[in-house]
């Protein structure tokens, strides 16, 4: 027989919906301000608490758009390994993660995109966990190993380099792509179609 989850004191409770007003507050300023202009004081006054209570829970702005990152990297997998388990190809699948990265660049805004990845990116984060703990990264080797594995790809591919550099080539296109290169939508498919002429089989 399990246990029945318990549910959390009404002090946990509280500490949790004060932390997510927090997190709402915070993003909502780092959409307007940028992160490192962001002022803790206007993220506090809209969530209606004490100025230590940031603090409190996150150490540093540099630590909520860490959560952020988590949470949306868990939203992304989820969306991802729900449309693998339907039959797909190589090419709808890479397709899919577009959508899907385009879509967080869209819900966090383009300067919020980029105070993001910066810090994806940064050198001076604190030591990251193994490759395996990020969930898009997991699925997207495991579509490039069936893809090989089933001829959609080339028998030489790496599945680890080629998910990593498709992320980080799809990454800088977003934040650097600009009118001159055509419609948007037009590059992204064109990103795509190039990346997949690279996995393919010479």
Not at 142 to 161: I, K, Q, S, T, W
């Amino acid at each position: 027989m399990t246990r029945a989850k318990q549910r959390p004191s009404a002090r946990e409770a509280r500490r949790l919906q004060t932390r997510e007003r927090l997190l709402g507050a915070a993003v909502a300023e780092f959409k307007r301000s940028g992160m490192a202009d962001a002022d803790v004081g206007a993220i506090v006054a809209a969530a209606g608490v004490a100025h230590g209570t940031f603090f409190f829970h996150f150490p540093t702005k540099e630590h909520v758009l860490f959560e952020v990152e988590r949470r949306e990297e868990v939203r992304m997998a989820n969306e991802l390994a729900r449309f693998l388990d339907s039959p797909h190809d190589l090419t709808s699948a890479l397709a899919e993660v577009v959508r899907l990265v385009a879509a967080l660049e869209e819900r966090l805004g383009h300067p919020l995109f980029k105070d993001f990845l910066a810090l994806h990116f940064s050198s001076t984060r604190p030591p990251d966990d193994a490759w395996t703990d990020h969930p898009v990264i997991v699925l997207l080797v495991r579509e490039l190993e069936r893809a090989r594995d089933e001829g959609e790809a080339g028998p030489d591919v790496d599945a680890f380099y080629g998910a990593v550099f498709f992320l980080l080539g799809l990454y800088a296109l977003l934040t650097t792509t600009h009118h001159s290169l055509g419609p948007r939508d037009t590059v992204l498919e064109k990103f795509v179609a190039t990346a997949l002429r690279g996995l393919q089989a010479r």
